[in-house]
């Protein structure tokens, strides 16, 4: 509104200007020049062509005013969300389960969980070999969901304060806290014949309870509190018969933009921007994990010699600042940006401010192990 009020008086101002700069062309002293300026003034002060135009310019701010009034009126009260506007919903106590996401437990139907959050913002092929449905309000609200082949809820994930439990553990609670209230977690998961055994020096908990694995991630950066909760139904699980699913183009895209929206989730926790993905730099993330894991390496220095800048560079990525994160080894993107948050330096460039595009690349080697790179860059 001030933009257009001072754009209005400057028009008046020109154009009262304009016949005293007309004819001060036609002088050459500077008493003369001064006589005519103030003659001017006045007559241009008095004058009834004057008069009307400051009558049009004050009914034309009424107007504006008016208009501005009642677009604000008519506007729905959250036609713009802004950060502190979108709600955080209010948590309930699991009836059925020992846990619940968002108020959403498994065993849910589909139909029940969108008519709670509308429509998926994404839908992506997960190592369970369904899809990871992503629900969430500009990544605000995030949570992750699966069903089977009845529309049922099987998976679940959140990095959010969304978490709810019987037993009161919620995003925040202590390690200890968690072990104290549901026990020691396993060590090891049975598939067929063959047991799996879950290494020891370990970010998160697995626990059986009754027909669910319930996993909760810690962040050592926040006092070993929970940070996050996957909660899978044991049919699921038991479904998936290693570790590490067959590599498929489908999953590859399935775990980029996972992981990419994992990182948003994140950020926004931490009062950030969310980034941009952006297809061009994915492209050269996707060509440094297919080199790792054809050449079978793990580095940001590639086997020419070139840092991720210079990469960067030869695909014509002009910017700023950037970083690369990389992760090798964990079997879901889940899994993968749980590790980086844990790790100082990737850590960093996940909640660098500076940051405004992502792009994440997976490649997998021939045991299906993946390995994932993301490039951070501001232009």
Same mark, same amino acid.
């Given at each position: 509104?001030?933009?257009?009020?001072?754009?209005?008086?400057?028009?008046?101002?020109? =154009?009262?200007?304009?016949?005293?700069?007309?004819?001060?062309?036609?002088?050459?002293?500077? *008493?003369?020049?001064?006589?005519?300026?103030?003659?001017?003034?006045?007559?241009?002060?008095?004058?009834? /062509?004057?008069?009307?135009?400051?009558? @049009?310019?004050?009914?034309?701010?009424?107007?504006?005013?008016?208009?501005?009034?009642?677009?604000?009126?008519?506007?729905?009260? &959250?036609?713009?969300?802004?950060?502190?506007?979108?709600?955080?919903? /209010?948590?309930?106590?699991?009836?059925?389960?020992?846990?619940?996401?968002? &108020?959403?437990?498994?065993?849910?139907?589909? *139909?029940?969980?969108?008519?709670?959050?509308?429509?998926?913002?994404?839908?992506?092929?997960?190592? +369970?070999?369904?899809?990871?449905?992503? =629900?969430?309000?500009? =990544?605000?609200?995030?949570?992750?969901?699966?069903?089977?082949? !009845?529309?049922?809820?099987?998976?679940?994930?959140?990095? *959010?304060?969304?978490?709810?439990?019987? @037993?009161?553990?919620? !995003?925040?609670?202590?390690?200890?806290?968690?072990?104290?209230?549901?026990?020691?977690?396993?060590?090891?998961?049975?598939?067929?014949?063959?047991?799996?055994?879950?290494?020891?020096? !370990?970010? +998160?908990?697995?626990?059986?309870?009754?027909?669910?694995?319930?996993?909760?991630?810690? %962040?050592?950066?926040?006092?070993?509190?929970?940070?996050?909760?996957?909660?899978?139904?044991?049919?699921?699980?038991?479904?998936?018969?290693?570790?590490?699913?067959?590599?498929?183009?489908?999953?590859?895209?399935?775990?980029? +933009? *996972?992981?990419? %929206?994992?990182?948003?989730?994140?950020?926004?926790?931490?009062?950030?921007?969310?980034?941009?993905?952006?297809?061009?730099?994915? /492209?050269?993330?996707? @060509?440094?994990?297919?080199?790792?894991?054809?050449?079978? +390496?793990?580095?940001?220095?590639?086997?020419?010699?070139?840092?991720?800048?210079?990469?960067?560079? /030869?695909?014509?990525?002009?910017?700023?600042?950037?970083?690369?994160?990389?992760?090798?080894?964990?079997?879901?993107?889940?899994?993968?940006?749980?590790?980086?948050? &844990?790790?100082?330096?990737?850590?960093? &460039?996940?909640?660098? @401010?500076? =940051?405004?595009?992502?792009?994440?690349?997976?490649?997998?080697?021939?045991?299906?192990?993946?390995?994932?790179?993301?490039?951070?860059?501001?232009?």
């Amino acid at each position: 509104m001030r933009r257009i009020l001072l754009f209005l008086s400057f028009l008046f101002f020109l =154009y009262a200007a304009w016949t005293v700069l007309d004819k001060l062309s036609a002088k050459s002293d500077n *008493q003369s020049v001064f006589d005519t300026i103030t003659s001017e003034i006045d007559k241009v002060s008095e004058s009834e /062509e004057i008069a009307t135009i400051k009558t @049009k310019l004050n009914a034309g701010i009424d107007y504006i005013a008016t208009l501005l009034q009642t677009l604000e009126e008519k506007a729905p009260e &959250n036609s713009i969300i802004g950060e502190n506007e979108i709600e955080k919903p /209010e948590l309930h106590v699991p009836s059925e389960q020992a846990f619940s996401i968002h &108020n959403i437990e498994l065993g849910e139907s589909k *139909q029940s969980v969108e008519t709670k959050l509308g429509p998926a913002q994404r839908t992506s092929l997960n190592e +369970y070999g369904t899809n990871w449905y992503t =629900y969430h309000e500009n =990544y605000h609200n995030f949570i992750m969901v699966a069903y089977d082949s !009845r529309n049922k809820v099987v998976g679940l994930y959140t990095n *959010q304060d969304l978490i709810s439990s019987t @037993k009161g553990i919620k !995003r925040g609670t202590p390690k200890q806290d968690v072990l104290d209230l549901l026990g020691e977690p396993m060590t090891r998961i049975q598939k067929g014949f063959v047991y799996y055994e879950f290494q020891k020096d !370990r970010d +998160y908990d697995v626990f059986q309870i009754d027909n669910t694995y319930v996993t909760l991630f810690y %962040d050592k950066h926040e006092n070993n509190t929970v940070t996050s909760i996957q909660i899978v139904s044991k049919a699921l699980e038991q479904n998936r018969a290693d570790f590490y699913t067959d590599a498929s183009d489908q999953l590859k895209e399935g775990f980029e +933009y *996972q992981l990419f %929206d994992l990182t948003n989730a994140s950020r926004v926790n931490h009062g950030l921007g969310v980034l941009t993905w952006d297809e061009r730099v994915k /492209e050269t993330a996707r @060509k440094h994990s297919s080199d790792m894991a054809e050449n079978n +390496y793990f580095n940001h220095t590639n086997l020419k010699g070139q840092s991720p800048f210079d990469r960067m560079l /030869e695909d014509e990525i002009l910017f700023t600042i950037a970083g690369e994160n990389l992760a090798y080894g964990q079997f879901s993107s889940i899994f993968a940006h749980e590790g980086l948050m &844990n790790s100082m330096g990737h850590r960093e &460039n996940i909640l660098k @401010k500076e =940051y405004t595009y992502l792009g994440v690349g997976v490649a997998f080697n021939t045991e299906s192990h993946p390995y994932y790179t993301e490039n951070f860059y501001t232009k």
